[in-house]
């Protein structure tokens, strides 16, 4: 493919913002890792997630990420985790047709200050609500993934797809944290033995590109904050994979909270979703 080909976006300098992100994971998220100090982590007093933290380096990427991306695409607007946190009415923007970034400076933070090396930058460009381009970079594991619509996926500069699994029993987890129970709990009397439980990554930047590699083979979430799956979700979709709400409907970032299937294939996303067959009748 030529760069010409690729260059699905020319508004958008895709070569560009990919070196400002490895860049940033490299000169700035590295040199930081296993080194923090206690006083550069902070409770974020999250309503109905106690654990959630940030750390110095989390606001120190965020605020150089967005004055370069404002920079490299004038008329755009950045909608970064952070800056949701202290005025959430920076979210409002999605609802426009407008194009904006979503930009996650740390996913994974708990594992970044744990000194876990699970954890990435992510970054989509949306524009009339849906995503355009994204990236997804893990600085401690050397790894940039890369996706345009229409274009596929790349990690390391080299086109990536998901494997066809081995017909081995699916690996991926179900994550309970936001799922109203009686939801959690119907999939898991439904899915008992149908699958291999992997341990949580804690990092939906891991957990995506874990499902494009074919490392596992889905994921389940409920709560859908838009940083956390528009970049990866395009990238896994560009590499083969799927992710669909119940009634089918593809994801988009401006999709609200519900169950929400992350699967290497198509046929993989309707064996998961069948588990929630109870969800489904009720909304008939």
Do not use: C
Not at 171 to 185: F, N, Q, S
Request: proline share 7%; aromatic share 6%.
């Amino acid at each position: 493919m030529t760069r010409a080909q690729w260059q699905l976006l020319p508004s958008i300098p895709v070569d560009a913002v990919t070196a400002l992100l490895v860049e940033v994971g490299r000169d700035l998220i590295l040199p930081r890792f296993r080194s923090l100090r206690p006083e550069e982590i902070e409770r974020k007093h999250t309503p109905a997630d106690p654990d959630d933290i940030v750390t110095a380096v989390d606001r120190q990427a965020e605020e150089r990420l967005t004055k370069e991306l404002l920079s490299l695409a004038p008329g755009t607007a950045v909608i970064g985790e952070e800056a949701v946190h202290a005025e959430p009415a920076i979210l409002d923007q999605l609802a426009s047709d407008d194009p904006v970034w979503l930009l996650d400076p740390i996913d994974g933070t708990r594992n970044f200050a744990a000194g876990d090396d699970g954890f990435g930058i992510m970054l989509a460009y949306v524009a009339r609500g849906e995503t355009r381009a994204s990236w997804v970079v893990l600085p401690a594991r050397d790894e940039t993934f890369v996706a345009e619509a229409g274009s596929g996926a790349r990690r390391n500069g080299q086109a990536m797809r998901v494997p066809t699994p081995g017909g081995r029993t699916a690996r991926g987890a179900i994550h309970p944290r936001y799922m109203p129970v009686e939801t959690r709990l119907s999939a898991e009397r439904h899915a008992a033995g149908g699958f291999q439980s992997g341990p949580d990554t804690k990092s939906a930047a891991v957990e995506y590109t874990q499902i494009l590699a074919g490392a596992r083979d889905f994921a389940v979430y409920y709560r859908l904050l838009p940083w956390d799956h528009a970049a990866p979700a395009l990238i896994l979709v560009e590499g083969g994979g799927v992710v669909v709400h119940l009634d089918g409907r593809p994801y988009t970032p401006r999709s609200a909270d519900q169950v929400t299937v992350v699967a290497g294939s198509a046929a993989v996303a309707s064996v998961v979703s069948g588990w929630f067959v109870d969800v489904r009748r009720g909304a008939e």
